[in-house]
């Protein structure tokens, strides 16, 4: 006689939750974009090693320079993306800027997601004490400005790198603004009746998080993720943009501050100058690429993030 056996290993609550989200359009096109990102970054070294090879004096995204031409210019067959006003092919210095750009908002972000989750839901389930201590660090991290700290931190330090600007930006916002945000969220959690009913079952207090808690609380820790890997981003950009550490010769903040502030002498006396000044002086091809790279990592960060959200609650949609 056949008996139908139950499965030996219930689906977890966790898989579900990312299925779903994985079936929100929003979500698919925020990964694409990611993709895309991704890709244009792995093209530095693929062209440094083909299209290139044999012309860093020219495609040098640091010391690049084509003599051949009055900087900065616009697209042409040499330079796809133009030159800025230092002589550097734009599309190097973009490719180049894209991959440290997208190590620190990723970087930022999960450090910001596994901090907020951890200790928002410990605090929510345990009470005292430790609630206590969350909500306290909480509290004094969140009157931290991170984008100051940073610089207070990182100005005039050669060891200080892009990747400790993002771990010390994702632990200012994990345990700060992040923490506070999952524990509001997990208390209401806590007081549903499938986590008494674990509780009676004999789930211990890190199985009742892990399996019971956290699926409800991965949307609200995918928002803190993108708003930290924006945050990060922006952050990063403006330390660049300053010049204030080593590593910040060359990247998106560079970029706009070569546009910006590094420019030939305009022409003297108002009425000599003309739009077609403007338009070959100007580095705007430097300006355009990389405040558009921006613009699509934090695009990505928010389809993902707002995709998630709605894919697992559904009343968001409305």
Do not use: C
Not at 12 to 36: A, D, E, N, Y
Not at 80 to 89: E, F, I, P, Q
Not at 172 to 200: C, H, M, N, Q, T
Not at 293 to 299: E, F, H, N, R
């Amino acid at each position: 006689m056949n008996v139908d056996r139950a499965p030996d290993r219930l689906p977890s609550p966790i898989t579900g939750t990312g299925r779903q989200m994985l079936r929100s359009l929003k979500v698919r096109v925020g990964l694409s974009v990611f993709v895309l990102l991704l890709g244009d970054a792995a093209a530095h070294p693929l062209l440094q090693a083909t299209i290139w090879n044999g012309q860093e004096s020219i495609y040098s995204p640091e010391t690049g320079h084509d003599r051949d031409l009055e900087h900065p210019t616009g697209p042409s067959g040499a330079h796809v993306l133009g030159t800025d006003a230092l002589g550097r092919d734009v599309l190097s210095t973009l490719t180049f800027s894209l991959a440290p750009a997208l190590q620190v908002a990723v970087l930022a972000a999960l450090v910001v997601g596994l901090l907020s989750i951890v200790f928002g839901s410990l605090a929510a389930y345990s009470r005292g004490w430790i609630d206590v201590a969350v909500t306290s660090v909480g509290d004094a991290f969140s009157l931290l400005p991170p984008t100051i700290v940073l610089l207070v931190v990182g100005v005039g330090k050669p060891a200080f790198g892009m990747i400790d600007a993002a771990l010390l930006f994702g632990l200012l916002y994990g345990l700060g603004p992040g923490a506070l945000v999952i524990r509001s969220r997990a208390l209401s959690v806590v007081e549903k009746p499938f986590i008494d009913a674990a509780r009676v079952a004999g789930s211990g207090p890190g199985r009742i998080i892990r399996s019971q808690m956290l699926p409800h609380l991965l949307p609200y820790a995918g928002v803190q993720m993108m708003g930290a890997g924006i945050g990060a981003l922006i952050s990063v950009a403006f330390i660049q943009y300053l010049g204030a550490t080593d590593e910040s010769r060359v990247g998106l903040g560079s970029m706009i501050y070569t546009a910006i502030d590094v420019q030939p002498v305009l022409p003297t006396g108002f009425g000599s100058f003309n739009m077609g000044d403007f338009h070959a002086r100007i580095g705007w091809t430097s300006l355009l690429s990389a405040g558009l790279a921006m613009t699509l990592i934090a695009a990505a960060f928010y389809l993902v993030a707002v995709g998630s959200r709605d894919a697992v609650i559904p009343r968001t949609r409305r």
